[in-house]
């Protein structure tokens, strides 16, 4: 599968480096330890704090050819943050040219990274490939050291290197090397890890907003924090994530929600997980082709980053989050020189409704009074049917969207754009009471939503003229994802909504007529 980046970043890479030390290239030239005049090597990592933060290779003191790795705080008496396990070395040879060390140094990092995160999370099964068949791993290995710097500025560093270190280091995590980077190590460590680092860096992100925000800074940290597409093999396919707390708040009845701690600390201590995959086919006709793009599952998770135990203690509870209200994908071919026609497949919604007509007529009548009194009422039931999640799919120019929009159940009101009054708020039996664990809830148990092509699967259909042919067609996927908060057990009548926009560059393979009728007579 061939992986690409919002706004074809992986041209940029070779364009715009990163100012993070080459740490791979600094190892690299160090001499057999046999050479070393003294018993540590260091290079500066942050320069721009004072002390700044450095990364040391030691001697250890049991075995002459055992080394070990260090991130130090430079004071006259050095502050160690982090060390690595010991590493047993060949003498004669550096260190770069030793599969086994650089293996075990490289999952050393990531797990010691995944241990950063108060949930119990079993990384046992990490496994990397050998260093010699990953491509780029000078890449990876600085990359590595970079998320551990910024990791372990945010708790470890003291308090007076502790914001420079970061501010630096941020910079320098966002630039397009890191971001095409940590796609590539995501690929490498597999799903489950990933899931696992991703958690734990937006729990060390959402720490240090907190402490910034504590401390009346205002930081607008970058989101999504992470996002991938991947194209290949009939599949489109998005991941992303986010912590709630580098989200942009929309709108929000009040500040009570900021001030509530409690109610403060469950909402901002989550992140967002998203996966969008779609199936495509390219279909060559006589004079045409036709590029088809169907949903195969879209799932959008608001997971907790800290434990049970922490959120009651600290938090509301593990209960009080947002929940997803609205998720919209917009899919663009990039070059539209060759598009005839865009069509979707699923209609308006046009709803029956069942209306039952009640009349009754009353009337007395009084002997000594002339007139007749006659009272009438006429009555109309009106009963509609409606899910808590409807879907719409819209054309604009060239450009198929999807929409999912989740409705207030009592009163058929999109739950995005609206809020609920304080009396819904206060009644025991709202749909988005207990909406978690209530029988009728539009969220899985979990939290989140899943809409899979059981249901869902709709597609948009481009045709493209013949001189299409051959070429490859870009899709730029743009989406916004809304989450929204209403109170689910806690006391409160803060409400709020945020929003996360992401974008990415998705190319579904076209084939020449020739390589199409090969592949049709050999499948």
């Known amino acids: 599968m061939n992986s690409f980046t919002s706004f074809n970043l992986s041209n940029l890479v070779k364009t715009i480096p990163s100012s993070f030390p080459d740490i791979w290239g600094w190892i690299e030239n160090l001499p057999p330890q046999t050479q070393w005049q003294t018993n540590t090597k260091a290079i500066n990592i942050c320069s721009s704090s004072q002390p700044s933060l450095q990364l040391s290779i030691s001697k250890t003191l049991i075995h002459p050819s055992s080394i070990s790795f260090s991130i130090i705080a430079n004071y006259n008496l050095p502050i160690s943050l982090w060390t690595s396990k010991p590493f047993n070395t060949t003498i004669n ?17 990531i797990k010691d990274i995944l241990n950063y995160t108060p949930i119990n999370l079993s990384n046992s099964f990490l496994k990397l490939p050998e260093p010699n068949s990953i491509s780029n791993l000078k890449d ?21 290197m502790r914001c420079d270190c970061i501010a630096t280091l941020r910079d320098q995590f966002t630039c397009p090397w890191a971001r095409e980077t940590s796609k590539r190590l995501m690929r490498l460590i597999g799903s489950n890890a990933e899931e696992q680092w991703m958690r734990s860096m937006n729990l060390a992100i959402t720490n ?13 940290a970058p989101s999504p924090i992470y996002s991938s597409a991947v194209s290949g093999l009939g599949l489109l396919k998005i991941q992303l994530y986010c912590p709630l707390i580098a989200m942009e708040i929309e709108k929000c009845n009040s500040s009570n929600g900021q001030e509530d701690e409690r109610l403060g600390f469950s909402l901002n201590y989550h992140q967002l997980e998203g996966v969008i995959q779609l199936n495509y086919q390219v279909m060559v006709r006589e004079n045409w082709i036709d590029v088809l793009v169907s949903i195969d599952n879209v799932r959008c998770d608001v997971i907790r980053l800290v434990n049970d135990t922490l959120m009651n203690e600290r938090g509301a509870g593990s209960d009080e989050k947002h929940f ?17 026609s865009v069509s979707v497949s699923k209609s308006s919604e046009n709803p029956t409704r069942e209306i039952g007509v009640e009349r009754s007529i009353e009337g007395s009548f009084e002997p000594p009074n002339p007139h007749i009194g006659i009272s009438v009422s006429a009555g109309e039931t009106v009963t509609t049917n409606l899910k808590p999640w409807k ?32 009396f819904a708020l206060l009644q025991p039996k709202s749909w988005f009471r207990n909406r978690y664990s209530s029988a009728y809830r539009p969220f ?16 948009v259909l481009w045709k493209l003229c013949g001189g299409g042919m051959g070429q490859t067609m870009e899709l730029e996927a743009k989406g916004w994802i809304w989450l929204t908060y209403w109170p689910n057990n806690y006391k409160t009548f803060y409400t709020e909504t945020r929003r996360l926009e992401f974008r990415e560059i998705l190319r579904p393979n076209n084939y020449t007529r020739a390589e199409y009728e090969y592949i049709k007579i050999n499948i």
């Open 140 to 160: 990876i290995v600085n990359f590595l050291f970079l998320a551990l710097s910024f990791v372990v500025s945010v708790y470890e560093a003291p308090q007076d």
């Open 324 to 340: 997803p209200s609205r998720i919209s994908l917009q899919l663009t071919p990039t070059i539209q020189t060759n598009v005839l």
């Open 391 to 422: 879907f719409e799919q819209s054309v604009y120019g060239n450009s198929g969207t999807f929409n999912w929009f989740l409705h207030d159940s009592v009163n058929g009101r999109e739950v995005f754009t609206s809020k609920p009054s304080k």
């Open 208 to 220: 240090w907003v907190t402490e910034l925000r504590a401390m009346n800074h205002v930081l607008k």
């Open 93 to 109: 040879n550096t260190f770069v040219h030793q599969q086994h060390t650089i293996s075990k140094l490289m999952t050393n990092i």
């Open 444 to 459: 899985t148990r979990q939290g989140g939503v899943i809409f899979a092509g059981d249901e869902y699967g709709e597609s």
